[in-house]
């Protein structure tokens, strides 16, 4: 019996882990996936297998059983996480943005990775692919 | 994205964050990044643009280093820029926009580039 609220505890958080760490393995190669399904069906398992593992758990040996809890309740939580993120917070407010098609560039100032002031002027007279990012993270 | 993939259009790279000159020094020298970077940490050009995303789920820059490596581990909720990316002609007007509706994903490289060919090929 330890052995199955053990292994259950052990594969739910592999699951959910080995997900997460492929999920954010796609994020430097800028191949985020537009919808995750396989991901969340592997977090979505991994959650259930590491709750059957809180169920069948029994105090035999305590060691086994503080480890399985442990397992078990970080698999949760970070398969709560991957949802979370997901079905809460990826959408942007992106009708508030002040120009459009055809507009000249708003000016402005900002500064240089270097720490120098820079103007929107010094654009002018070259193609430019301007990028709005969120930061180097 | 790197520089040299739009240099043959003639096109300049110039990526704007909030992140402060500093970080935007260690992003660069991270990623090995050849594209040209602003800092906006006031969110001034963000806001002027209406590009805020207010309550961004995100981690901090340099909050965390391995062997000297930072790692951003400490989550948070603050504002920052919506991925979004603007082509702009040699008159200073903008050609071509594309926002992320989801802050996951960022204008992807076969689109960027498909317009890059309408706009200025």
Redesign the interface.
């Known amino acids: 019996m330890d052995l199955i609220y053990f292994t259950l505890g052990l594969a739910g958080f592999l699951l959910v882990m080995g997900t997460w760490i492929q999920y954010l393995l796609t994020i430097p190669n800028g191949a985020v996936p537009e919808w995750p399904t396989g991901g969340l069906i592997a977090q979505g398992a991994g959650f259930i297998l590491a709750v059957l593992s809180l169920v069948t758990l029994s105090f035999d040996r305590p060691v086994l059983a503080g480890i399985s809890i442990l397992l078990a309740l970080f698999a949760i939580s970070m398969a709560i996480f991957f949802y979370w993120l997901l079905f809460t917070q990826r959408q942007t407010p992106i009708g508030e943005i002040r120009v459009e098609v055809g507009d000249k560039i708003l000016p402005f100032e900002a500064f240089t990775a270097e720490g120098e002031r820079f103007e929107s002027d010094e654009l002018l007279g070259q193609r430019v692919l301007f990028k709005f990012f969120r930061g180097g993270w | 994205?790197q520089a040299e993939e739009?240099s043959k259009?003639?096109?300049?790279?110039?990526?704007?964050?909030?992140?402060t000159?500093?970080?935007?020094?260690?992003?660069?020298n991270?990623?090995h990044l050849s594209i040209?970077?602003?800092?906006?940490?006031k969110l001034?050009?963000?806001r002027?643009?209406?590009?805020?995303?207010?309550k961004?789920?995100?981690?901090?820059?340099d909050s965390f280093k391995i062997f000297g490596v930072p790692l951003?581990l400490k989550p948070s909720f603050k504002a920052?820029?919506?991925?979004?990316?603007?082509?702009?002609?040699?008159?200073?007007?903008?050609?071509?926009?594309d926002?992320?509706?989801?802050?996951?994903?960022?204008?992807?490289?076969e689109r960027?580039m498909s317009a890059?060919q309408t706009v200025?090929g």
């Open positions: 994205m739009f259009f003639n096109i300049k790279v110039v990526a704007l964050s909030k992140d000159p500093e970080e935007a020094t260690i992003h660069k991270r990623d040209q970077l602003l800092s906006d940490a001034k050009v963000i002027q643009y209406g590009v805020e995303h207010h961004a789920f995100g981690f901090e820059t951003s920052m820029a919506i991925p979004t990316t603007l082509l702009i002609d040699e008159e200073g007007i903008i050609r071509w926009i926002q992320a509706d989801d802050y996951r994903l960022r204008s992807n490289n960027v890059v200025f």
